[in-house]
Each structure stands twice: as C-alpha cells, then as structure tokens.
C-alpha cells in the first residue's frame, strides 16, 4: 500500500504480522521484510522466536500494548514509527497476528500516510484460525458453520461495545462460529448476554497462547465457560470459540487443558 502523496525519503515502513506466535507460522514475506530491518517496533505477544530472527545489529524496541497491563500509548508508538522512518531507517512494526485484526494497523496505516510516508502491510495468520487448526477443527463447515465472525470482547471507555445479544440471536440463525478476541476478562458479562439467544449446550473453547509451547485449550459448553475458564486458570492472551464446529476438535482428538 503507497499513499500517492508520500514524501521521497530513503527509509520506509512495514507493518508485519508475526501470526500467533509460531516462527514457522510466518510468511515468507514476513520474514524477508523482519531480516531486512534495521529498526523494530515490537508488540508484547511476538514470540522471542521470531524476535530473534531480526538482523544482529537492528535496534529492538518493545512497544508493549496490552489491556491492563502498563502499556506504550499509541501516540508515542506512531511517532517513533515516524521518526525511524525520517531518519533513514527500514521500520518493521511487528504485531502479533494479523496487524489488521484487532492490531490497531488501521489507525497507524492513517497516521502515516498522513505524515506522507508509504506503507506496506504484510498479512500474518491470526491467532482465532491458527488455535482451531491446531486442534483439528474448522471454523466454518458447511453443515454445521456458513461462515465466522472475529469480535472483540474489549470495548474502549465510554463505549458500550459489542450487542451481545443481537449477535447470539444473528449466530443462531445465520449459523455462525463466533471468535472473541480479548474475551477472558469480561466473559461473565458475554457469556449471560449470549445465552440470551443461543443454548447453554453450544460447545465453547479456549485456547490460550495459541501455536506455542505452552497453549493450552479447554473444550466446555457456553453454559459453563466462565466456570471452566475459572477451573482451569485460563488467561490472557486466549482466544473463545463458540460454535458447532468446536465439535470437531473432539472428532480430531483434542482433549481439555
């Protein structure tokens, strides 16, 4: 992506989705663009795998965004973005994911055209797909899912975020698989608002930190997230999927954490 009105300069910029936290989960072009860099603007949930794999002498910046966590704000992450770029510097801003789900790409795609500056984005596997794939099951299925929404469970203040119960009563009748991003914290809240419309016997699943080491899942019903969740002491980064497809990671032989 080239904003027709960009500044010549010799340095440029590209978002980079790391996927979920897996190296050989990356593109090919991700990992051209993480080896050609000379600066890199690191999310929080970018493995050290894949950090790693950036130039021995590029300049490693952690610019951590996390809900609840002391974070970098956005303001200072795009003018450092800015800056690099300014100076010379091939910038990779590398998030986990994919950098236009949920990745916050969107806003800095704007500020820096606006700025005059070039961007290109690379698309990474998002951590809602990867997580059911790595368990062996779809997230659409023509028998049982016509198609998938990735939503956020985390609204921003002052916004009332996310109808959940027109969504329950859309996902019933449109059979679709719901995957909630940044969900754990308020899953109560979700969880009693979708049961407005869908049954407590929908199967639900967690997957937390998904495609490393340490992912764990747990396959439970909507009637009992919140209670599994709590059971099993699943946290954040973790990714719910609600839907007839989580069945299929039963057929595939994935059993709970």
Known sequence: MTAPDAAPTSGSCTLVGAGPGDPELLTLKALKAIQAATVLLVDDLVSEAIVALAPAGARIEHVGKRGGCKSTPQADIEARMVAAVRAGERVVRLKGG??????????????LRAAGIAVQVVNGITAGLAGMTLLGAPLTHRRHAHGVVFITGHSQPGDAG??????????????????????????????????????AHTPAAV?????????RHAVTTLGTLQDTIERERLASPSVIVI???????AAAGGTPA
Do not use: K
Not at 98 to 111: A, T
Not at 207 to 215: F, M, R
């Open 98 to 111: 994919d950098p236009f789900i949920f990745g916050r790409g969107g806003e800095e795609v704007q500020h």
């Open 162 to 199: 996310t109808d959940w119960r027109q969504l329950a009563a859309t996902a019933r009748d449109a059979r679709l698989t719901l995957v909630i991003y940044m969900g754990v914290a308020s899953c109560a809240r979700i969880q009693q608002e979708l049961l407005t419309a869908l049954p």
């Open 207 to 215: 997957i937390q930190h998904v495609s490393l080491p340490q992912q």
């Open 243 to 249: 839907g007839d497809v989580v069945r299929g990671i």
